[in-house]
């Protein structure tokens, strides 16, 4: 699994239990800006706690007052000697801190001794943990899922209609490799044309990942993720900034 980073102070990585499910499902709402109802989810969330070769582990922040919180978790199922990541969220103030990888190889190791051969992962957009699964679980991306957007005076429409091209329709190249290597060579005049543009580093690093480049691939997703949380930041400062000074109901002047 490689060096593991230290947690920080007052973290810890545990095996998850059935009275974890509510805050975890929260972390999930949170992580995701989703608005999903508990209701649609408990009943999956029992069986995935009673099924057989299942892993759920969860990462505990001791907090001053009160009682300790769950600010993420992970959870992966085994089923004929695939092993599958079905969840992985961290909550976004906890990025970049070590939770994740603590998590996620929790539940890989887990995964080792139900005899798992093979790893799937359904990934998301997010770099920080696609670049883990490249480095941690050692996944290869095999089917990019391209979405581009942005003022239409800044996009690369060409671009982005020959990258969608090279990737996804097979009748207009031959082997896999060569579509991957035109996906490559288009992705770059697209962050010719943006290099500011956050998924266009990411999409190229998947790219690189695919044709076997290691090192240039895990350089455009952190790139990617530099990108990511500049934009995050600036986010967060436009809200405060623009957040009206309201008290609370009942808030005594």
């Known amino acids: 699994m490689g060096e593991r980073r230290a947690l920080p102070r007052g973290m810890i990585v545990r095996r998850g239990a059935a009275s ?11 992580a995701t800006h989703s608005e999903a109802d508990w209701s649609h989810h408990a009943s999956i969330r029992r069986h995935l706690q009673t099924c057989s070769q299942s892993s759920f582990w969860v990462a505990e922040e001791a907090v001053r007052f009160g009682s300790p919180r769950i600010v993420g978790y992970a959870r992966a199922i085994v089923r004929d000697r695939v092993w599958t990541l079905t969840e992985f969220n961290v909550l976004p ?9 603590a998590l996620l190889s929790a539940c890989l190791e887990e995964g080792d001794g139900m005899d798992a051969d093979y790893r799937f992962i359904l990934a998301s957009q997010h770099p920080d943990a696609d670049s883990l699964y490249v480095r941690l679980c050692g996944c290869i991306p095999r089917l990019p899922m391209l979405l581009m957007s942005g003022k239409s005076e800044t996009l690369v429409i060409d671009a982005a209609t020959q990258i969608d091209d090279a990737v996804l329709n097979r009748r207009t190249l031959g082997a896999p490799a060569e579509q991957y290597a035109q996906a490559e060579t288009f992705l770059e005049q697209a962050i ?3 290099p500011e543009y956050e998924k266009g580093h ?11 480049r290691k090192e240039d691939s895990e350089r455009e997703l952190a790139l990617a993720t530099k990108l990511a949380d500049e ?5 967060r400062s436009g809200l405060r900034l623009n957040t009206p000074d309201v008290q609370p109901p009942n808030a005594q002047p």
């Open 231 to 235: 934009a995050n930041k600036k986010a």
């Open 192 to 194: 010719v044309a943006a």
């Open 20 to 30: 974890d499910e509510l805050a975890a499902f929260e972390v999930m709402r949170r």
């Open 93 to 101: 103030d906890h990025h970049r801190k070590g939770i994740g990888r």
């Open 202 to 212: 990411y999409y190229l690093g998947l790219t690189m990942a695919r044709l076997g």
